[in-house]
């Protein structure tokens, strides 16, 4: 069974930092590229970033780029994102999902694309 756990979420304050993860099971994670995204109630979802599949190819959103990071560890089948200097836009419910094979700088934050999702986990960014 293909199943994606996210973990790390939580409050924080603005200036502050969380590490969220993504474990995967049921497959391989080094075959697919693992995107993040975000939901904040009455926004559409967001992509925040991705890590793409053999090519190792990262995307980023433009209201994170310099402060997110994504990164993978393929010997623990988990993606993680190291979020930085958190603002209170950044709260919100984020996913990780998958799908099999590399994205492109065109393609990545597409969310309709993506197969396979985990439950999210809340981040908070409040003072």
């Known amino acids: 069974q293909v199943q994606l756990v996210e973990s790390g979420g939580g409050l924080v304050q603005p200036g502050g930092s969380l590490t969220l993860s993504c474990a995967a099971s049921?497959?391989?994670?080094?075959?697919?590229?693992i995107g993040w995204f975000r939901q904040a109630p009455g926004k559409e979802r967001e992509g925040v970033s991705c890590?793409?599949?053999?090519?190792?190819?990262?995307y980023y959103g433009d209201s994170v780029k310099g402060r997110f990071t994504i990164s993978r560890d393929n010997a623990k089948n988990t993606v993680y994102l190291q979020m930085n200097s958190l603002k209170q836009e950044d709260t919100g419910v984020y996913y990780c999902?998958?799908?099999?094979?590399?994205?492109?700088?065109?393609?990545?934050?597409?969310?309709?694309?993506?197969?396979?999702w985990g439950q999210g986990t809340q981040v908070t960014v409040s003072s």
């Open positions: 999902a998958g799908v099999r094979g590399n994205r492109s700088g065109y393609t990545w934050n597409m969310y309709w694309e993506y197969d396979y």
């Open positions: 049921g497959f391989t994670l080094d075959y697919y590229a």
């Open positions: 890590i793409s599949s053999s090519d190792e190819s990262t």
